[in-house]
């Protein structure tokens, strides 16, 4: 039997305080719970059958249907027993970053919602750990509630990929990233507020289409950018998703990089030199991409990641690492949890 921690899933609490009426605005997040019909009938979710289920909402728009397993342990814990997940680490969805607020409004919607994941936490029979959110606009605040957070018990912070026009090679999301690696906090990038909005909008194009642009932007920025040039070597950083369209196209990155000098931006090595500086999930549902990440990276850069518990994240947790046809019993070890537990300290 493999050891599983999933190192990729996501959280809402069950409810939380109203926002609009706090703060003002319309477009605060909340939950309309719904109604539990019987299994496949009436509104629920034909992907939910006989799980109470919530309408997550935008102000009063309708974003998307979420169920208990977000907010409840114990369906967290049957559903992981049933995959043979051991251990899962959850994280905020990036609609609760308040990265467009005000800072004192998003470091409080951050103090909030970690506290919240730590409650989640608390009843997950020691099987669940948590990152932390910050308000990235600000990198004092970020500072002060990652540490924070850190003392609360969370293992590592999660950020999106980018706050407004700022990329991750960003002065600021620097400084945040180095402040993360002296005080050996993990990082977990993941892709939010998706490129090219109007032309992604149809057919969730804004997901299978913008999430893996936004996190290749990511990794390249923070390359070319220099990032890994100037924060320290001692940093854990991990990006979601398989690095989106990443390592497909890295060969083009250096091509690029040796043939047009202003291609290498601040960096002082081709792109493929800092793959040793940070870690993929494996959310990338297909054995061959995810055959492409171990040739690139290594087997000792990769950690399992589900997306869990969304209908675009891998419905039997697990199971592409463990049905892998070319990865040998002890890299895929490494892929389903040493590696996630040396870097998350658990
Ligand atoms: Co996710």
Not at 66 to 78: G, K, N, P, Q, T
Not at 197 to 203: L, S
Not at 264 to 291: I, M, Q, W
């Amino acid at each position: 039997m493999m050891n599983v921690v999933d190192i990729h899933s996501h959280f809402f609490p069950k409810s939380w305080e109203n926002l609009a009426a706090k703060f003002g605005g319309d477009d605060w997040p909340w939950l309309r719970h719904e109604e539990n019909p019987k299994p496949n009938q009436g509104k629920t979710p034909k992907q939910y059958p006989g799980r109470d289920w919530a309408m997550l909402m935008k102000g009063d728009k309708e974003f998307r249907p979420i169920y208990s397993a977000c907010w409840d342990a114990s369906v967290r814990l049957e559903e992981m027993d049933r995959d043979g997940v051991d251990k899962q680490i959850i994280s905020a969805t990036p609609i609760l970053f308040a990265y467009d607020k005000p800072v004192a409004q998003a470091e409080y919607c951050a103090q909030l919602f970690n506290d919240a994941a730590m409650d989640i936490c608390a009843q997950g029979d020691n099987r669940l750990f948590a990152l932390a959110q910050v308000p990235l606009q600000d990198i004092d605040a970020s500072c002060r509630e990652v540490s924070r957070a850190k003392s609360c018990g969370h293992v590592g912070v999660q950020i999106g990929n980018h706050v407004g026009d700022n990329n991750m090679d960003d002065a600021g999301v620097l400084t945040f990233l180095q402040h993360c690696a002296e005080q050996d906090i993990p990082v977990f990038v993941h892709p939010w507020d998706m490129m090219a909005a109007n032309r992604t909008k149809d057919y969730m194009m804004g997901w299978t289409v913008g999430m893996p642009a936004e996190t290749q932007l990511s990794i390249v920025s923070m390359i070319l950018g220099g990032g890994f040039d100037r924060v320290s070597d001692n940093l854990k950083i991990c990006f979601a998703h398989g690095g989106g369209s990443f390592a497909f196209l890295l060969g083009r990155l250096d091509n690029a990089w040796h043939h047009r000098s202003i291609a290498r931006g601040k960096s002082e090595f081709p792109p493929s030199h800092y793959l040793n500086r940070f870690y993929l999930d494996t959310a990338v549902f297909d054995h061959d991409s995810l055959d492409l990440l171990v040739k690139k990276m290594g087997p000792e850069r990769l950690m399992f990641g589900s997306d869990y518990p969304f209908p675009l994240g891998e419905q039997q947790m697990g199971q592409l690492i463990k049905t892998a046809p070319s990865l040998t019993d002890k890299n895929k070890q490494l892929l389903l949890a040493t590696n996630a537990e040396q870097f998350f300290n658990i």
